[in-house]
């Protein structure tokens, strides 16, 4: 079965709207694990209209992309847009690792990466919408691929086990997290030593890329924000139409 059409099943399944709106239209609703209070290096300003109000380095965070767009994500178009097929070997994936996709949606991402680590490696497919675990979850085993583990974070920690992962990605996720900074942290105590970071952003240097401005962000940020965490760069890929690859490795 296609994709889309999974979905429309697993639409009805979840009593979803029959219009999928917009992608970035809806704002997911999440509880952090630690309060506000506790995180003083954010800002508070007036929230542009697909911004939260809150700054991270100089930097506005994106709403949430809303389980219910989740139909964007399996475009068929997406292929052409941002050619999966440059960024997989970029990841130099190998039979056996242990990878993670945070903010999996779908699985789209996880689901190719589970090819390339086969049945002996493992793929953390971690978000935070349990609507979006749930979908991910059905799609991977429709696909046979068990390997994928769906997970479900939280806003502020991706939960997963200390020093297990040898790469973790980002697709189109990092600028919409509500505590970049924590998450951040929670994912470098899940990296193995040498283990790897993928950041997949809309190239905020590009404005030929059609992305609402808050979406995309450039390779500056990406960097500046990554090293505070203790990130070190190891190389940026530009070959994507619109998205670059920013590889950032645990020291
Ligand atoms: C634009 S979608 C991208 C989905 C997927 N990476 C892809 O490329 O198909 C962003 C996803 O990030 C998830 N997300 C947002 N904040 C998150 C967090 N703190 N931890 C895990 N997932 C998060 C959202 O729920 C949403 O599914």
């Given at each position: 079965m296609k994709p889309a059409a999974l979905l429309a099943l697993l639409f009805a399944a979840l009593s979803f709207s029959a219009s999928v709106p917009p992608a970035f239209a809806q704002t997911a609703t999440t509880t952090a694990?630690?309060?506000?209070?506790?995180?003083?290096?954010y800002e508070s300003t007036?929230?542009?209209?697909?911004?939260?109000?809150k700054r991270y380095m100089g930097r506005e965070i994106a709403q949430v992309m809303g389980w219910q767009g989740a139909a964007w994500l399996e475009r068929e178009e997406r292929e052409r847009e941002e050619r999966t097929d440059l960024l997989l070997?970029?990841?130099a994936l190998k039979p056996g690792m242990v990878v993670a996709d945070i903010g999996?949606?779908?699985?789209y991402i996880a689901r190719r990466m589970a090819l390339q680590v086969g049945s002996g490696g493992v793929v953390y497919a971690v978000d935070v919408q349990p609507e979006m675990v749930a979908m991910l979850r059905s799609m991977a085993s429709k696909a046979g691929l068990a390997q994928i583990k769906p997970l479900l974070g939280a806003p502020d920690d991706v939960r997963l086990p200390e020093a297990s992962v040898d790469l973790a990605i980002m697709v189109d996720v990092y600028h919409e997290l509500e505590f970049p900074r924590e998450v951040l942290a929670s994912l470098v105590r899940a990296l193995k030593p040498g283990g790897r970071v993928v950041f997949v952003e809309y190239r905020?240097?590009?404005?030929?890329?059609?992305?609402k401005a808050v979406h995309k962000m450039s390779e500056a940020q990406v960097r500046r924000e990554a090293g505070a965490s203790g990130l070190v760069w190891e190389r940026t890929a530009g070959g994507l139409p619109w998205q670059h690859v920013v590889i950032l490795r645990k020291p």
């Open positions: 694990t630690t309060p506000a209070t506790t995180h003083p290096v007036r929230a542009s209209p697909d911004g939260i109000g070997p970029e990841l999996a949606g779908t699985g905020a240097e590009d404005p030929r890329v059609p992305i």
